[in-house]
Nanobody, 116 residues
């Protein structure tokens, strides 16, 4: 079992920045990738970015150049730095951990609202 606890969401004006944090615990040796997904109102959940245990990153085209995912293994935390935010980034953001056995764990979600 892996537990994920997100923090850092909130309300920000367009062009602003936020940093999301996700503390992970439990069977951390089983984690293959850590990532962030989001679900906007009326839309399906989509991948925002993920990072492997080796540090390889992957981003959705819509956030490339604006968002940065990183992990601090000493603190068991994964971050999503979001810059130049746009109203279309408004969504509930979920932390995700995928295990080597392909099981997916999810955090409770944190709301990000970008006003125009």
């Amino acid at each position: 079992q892996v537990q994920l606890v997100e923090s850092g969401g909130g309300l920000v004006q367009a062009g602003g920045s936020l940093r999301l944090s996700c503390a992970f615990s439990g069977s951390i040796f089983s984690i293959k990738t850590l990532g962030w997904y989001r679900r906007a109102p009326g839309k399906q959940r989509e991948l925002v970015a993920d990072i492997t245990s080796g540090g390889l990153t992957n981003y959705a085209n819509s956030v490339k150049g604006r968002f940065n995912i990183s992990r601090d293994n000493a603190k068991n935390t994964v971050y999503l730095q979001m810059d130049t935010l746009k109203p279309e980034d408004t969504a509930v953001y979920y932390c995700n951990a995928n295990s080597f056995s392909t099981y997916a764990y999810w955090g409770q979600g944190t709301q990000v609202t970008v006003s125009s």
